[in-house]
């Protein structure tokens, strides 16, 4: 990508909801990337951005974006090209509908950069149910009435499994914590040039999370504060968190905020801290 122009490069006015975290995550990105020559890769959703932005774009379907980009990046280093293959992509795309095929590029080490924006949900669509809703909280396929309570099941654990493919680099990110966010862009910018790089951010949805737009940033901070979402990486399976929290605050510090979780019990919400914790135990031993 050629930038000495100073050309922008998103448009101003993304038909984005207000206060919605991915707006912020592709500035942030495209910032840190400005002099680097890459091409965007987008699917289905709210990122979908091909028609906003000024870099090369490739639109792909939900379940090719790995494969695809790694055939031009294949193509593009056989070439000589020094050229990063951004991918960006949902939660509902990259931990579900695609997860095979991303699994399968890990594996093979392809030389990618994807972002997994996380608002844990298909937004989009109208709010279903991902593998990455936590357990308790409503969707309109985890309803909440007589006879249902919300999702049942954990998340799955999305990062941890890319990262045990012994890939080159896998990171957390929160736009609360800019400094660590944009460190760990540049790391996974750098690293795809040796092989396969993951980026898994969380980015609100107010309308599906049924919270307060100007409340985003408030959001991500108690996240990782809770430990419920904690900043980590990891390089070719060695583990470390970059973001340690001393005196971790009980999850309702983060639920409290949304009224997809409005309903749980405390019954409920005593079982989301279990899993939370016993997470965060899991994740320890691996940094140790």
Request: contains cysteine; neutral net charge; hydrophobic residues 35%.
């Amino acid at each position: 990508m050629d930038n000495k122009n100073n050309v922008p490069m998103i448009s101003p006015g993304l038909p984005m909801c207000a206060g919605c975290g991915l707006e912020l995550v592709v500035r942030v990105i495209f910032d840190v990337l400005k002099d680097t020559d890459f091409i965007e890769f987008g699917g289905p959703g709210c990122a979908l951005l091909t028609t906003k932005v000024s870099v090369p774009c490739y639109g792909t379907l939900f379940t090719n974006m790995a494969p695809s980009a790694s055939g031009v990046s294949r193509e593009l280093r056989r070439q000589g090209k020094d050229t990063v293959c951004l991918c960006f992509g949902g939660d509902g795309m990259f931990s579900d509908i695609a997860f095979g095929n991303l699994s399968a590029a890990a594996e093979r080490g392809e030389h990618l950069m994807v972002v997994c924006y996380d608002n844990e949900a298909y937004m989009n669509t109208g709010i279903q149910r991902s593998s990455r809703t936590p357990e308790g909280a409503w969707t309109n396929t985890t309803p909440v009435g007589p006879g249902s309570t919300g999702k049942k099941k954990q998340q799955k654990p999305f990062a941890l499994l890319l990262a045990e493919h012994n890939v080159a680099y896998v990171a957390t990110c929160s736009p609360a914590y800019m400094d660590d966010f944009r460190k760990k862009v540049e790391k996974a910018r750098d690293m795809s040039r040796e092989g396969f790089t993951f980026l898994h951010v969380l980015a609100p949805c107010p309308t599906g999370w049924k919270s307060k737009p100007e409340i985003m940033i408030q959001q991500c901070r108690d996240a990782v504060k809770t430990n419920y979402f904690p900043l980590w990486e990891s390089s070719y399976g060695q583990y470390r968190i970059t973001v340690n929290v001393k005196q971790p605050q009980p999850v309702t510090e983060f639920t409290r905020t949304q009224k997809r979780f409005a309903h749980m019990t405390e019954e409920q919400t005593a079982l989301l801290q279990e899993t939370i914790d016993a997470n965060y135990e899991h994740l320890g031993k691996l940094c140790e």
